[in-house]
Nanobody, 128 residues
Framework: QLQLVESGGNLVQPGGSLKLSCIVSGFSWEKYAIAWFRQAPGEEREAVSCLSSSGGSTKYSDPVKGRFTISRDIAKNTVYLQMNGLKPEDTAVYYC?????????????????????WGQGTQVTVSS
């Protein structure tokens, strides 16, 4: 049974940094792409970043490009989202998700509908 558990959300001042973690269990890294999504109150869930099953390809949404970095540590079964230069508009619940790809591809989707497995989310609030 694949499970994803996020942590690391917090209240932070504008310009600050946070590092989110997503511990993954019950799957093979080479068969799943992993993504971070976020959802603000009253808004649709949107992709923030994704990492291909091969580990060789990443994508970032325009609002976070240059500020956020996605990475993984296979030995720790963990995917990270390093967030720097945080802005109030980054306030949202952040979710990690897994998309079964059957093999190690250099591609990851940014569509919510592509992802089959979701964590419970972690709250990030950027405010002074």
């Amino acid at each position: 049974q694949l499970q994803l558990v996020e942590s690391g959300g917090n209240l932070v001042q504008p310009g600050g940094s946070l590092k989110l973690s997503c511990i993954v269990s019950g799957f093979s890294w080479e068969k799943y792409a992993i993504a971070w999504f976020r959802q603000a109150p009253g808004e649709e869930r949107e992709a923030v970043s994704c990492l291909s099953s091969s580990g060789g390809s990443t994508k970032y949404s325009d609002p976070v490009k240059g500020r956020f970095t996605i990475s993984r540590d296979i030995a720790k079964n963990t995917v990270y989202l390093q967030m720097n230069g945080l802005k109030p508009e980054d306030t949202a619940v952040y979710y990690c998700a897994a998309d079964w790809t059957s093999n190690a591809y250099d591609y990851c989707s940014t569509y919510v509908s592509a992802y089959d497995y979701w964590g419970q989310g972690t709250q990030v609030t950027v405010s002074s």
